[in-house]
């Protein structure tokens, strides 16, 4: 199993306890990293130093694994005994030999410890920069993805070079590359998370909460195939696909990942850390609009997992695409403008996760209602599920998830066939909280949600058999949805656990709390851009 291993002190004298010198849990070593980093962060924007960091944690991944490969080399060869020294370092120096091991060739001047040479120079950033282009200019996967500019006014050199000394201070290793990618990939996420949380409702244009998208992820079972995020962040979706794929025991070729995001700097996040966990991803040449312009306009994905930005209100409308097969999303809203893109994009037998906002589950606006009737007239929805307010930081707006599946019958996703039937799940009361501010789904929570689903299908990964729970879960005929005039909101069906409800008064009061939820979040932002706009004049 692959360990933390902090480099050997550089002072001599007494060596302190271990417990004084490295972090001794991986939790630790999260913790120690970024309470260091965001320490030396001074006056800059949370979201310039997501660069900085993220970049130098990437260069400690690749050059990290570089060296372990090139140790390994070596030791094979000394092993055969048919090479000498000189025949041992030409080896060495063979790009084949770590680009065919699934690593990237790092160049002289670009390793971590040519950087850890110099860290105290006051010309620290143009060496850093010089690195980054010697490794996208040497892997061409990873051309135009790394941050530059550490040299640029207003970057404190001397700091930087102390971020450098405190990357330094641990090492990864383990049994091979993937090992070592393994590791950092859990600081990169750690680190991901953390700067999302500074940035507030900017962070959620980069980061899904990771229990959101496990749920999304274990509910799915994505396993093969092509997996597809058209708006795919720090590429979070595939991150946890990966993992899902490997706890099962199967290899992560067995699936090909698209994907497309808007914003540029979320672009490069995206394609470092899918490099980092060692996914191969196909994210379009350039960062694009989904809507303008379609990266994959002719994939057809078995699994597509997409946390949408929320009523989005200018946006690429385009009345006469094709996409909008169920009805024109209305200009003020993108929500169905979403749902419409991924549904187009599913393969005959394909399946959706989307996390959405509440108000898509029973909106009226704008002919969104109509939109959502010709949907569920049409047997793509196979779940929806409610779930509990504050697992977003970014956000105050309830959301919930939609599941699509092009095909319901009885075969290869499940036994039962589900023609006709939409499965709601409220799983509102479930989580716990992080904090004063933040809730969490446990593994417990995620499991039980994932596994209502998979009984309800009859899929081979079911516990039980299903049965409806009064206050948790329904399974819910096309014509019940119908008469309530295609709101999919759970609390209608799953009625309550104490019986106490008959009306649907009470659900009726919480989805105007949800709809009032929104308008204020919808409100701030207004107001926020009238501010811009009256310091702008004055």
Sequence with gaps: MSTLVPDPPRRRGRPKKAADTAP????????????????????????????????????????????????QIAAELRADGGFDEEQIEQQLDDVDEYTGAGVFWIEPDARWQHLADNAKQG?????????????????????????????????????????????????FTGEGASKARDLLGEVYEYFLEKFASAEGKRGGEFYTPASVVRVLVEVLEPTHGRVYDPCCGSGGMFVQTEKFIEAHGNKPQAISVYGQELNERTWRMAKMNLAIHGIGANLGPVWGDTFARDLHPDV???????????NIKDWARNENDSRWRFGVPPAGNANYAWIQHI??????GGRAGVVMANGSMSTNSGGEGQIRAQIVEADLVSCVVALPTQLFRSTGIPVCLWFF?????????????RTGEVLFVDARSLGYMIDRAEKSFADADIARVADTFHSWRGAPSASGTYADQPGFCASTRLEIVRESGYALTPGRYVGSETALISDGGVERLRELTD????????TQQLSLAVRRELGRLG
């Design 515 to 522: 709809s009032l939820y929104e308008q204020f979040e919808i």
């Design 405 to 417: 599946a092009k095909d319901k019958k009885a075969g290869k996703q499940g036994s039962i066939d």
């Design 300 to 310: 057809k994905a078995d699994f597509v997992l997409a946390n949408p930005p929320f």
């Design 123 to 171: 010309n620290i950033g143009r060496i850093i920069d010089e690195a980054m282009d010697l490794v996208m200019s040497a892997n061409l996967t990873l051309k135009n993805t790394l941050p530059k500019g550490f040299n640029r006014e207003g970057l404190d050199q001397n700091r930087l070079g102390q971020l450098i000394d405190i990357f330094n201070n641990v090492r």
């Design 343 to 348: 549904l187009s994009h599913l393969a005959p």
């Design 24 to 71: 001794t849990t991986m939790k630790e070593l999260k913790d120690t990293l970024w309470k260091a980093a965001d320490k030396l962060r001074g006056s800059m924007d949370a979201s310039q130093y997501k660069d900085v960091i993220l970049g130098l944690i990437f260069l400690k991944y690749v050059s990290d694994a570089f060296d372990e490969r090139r140790g």
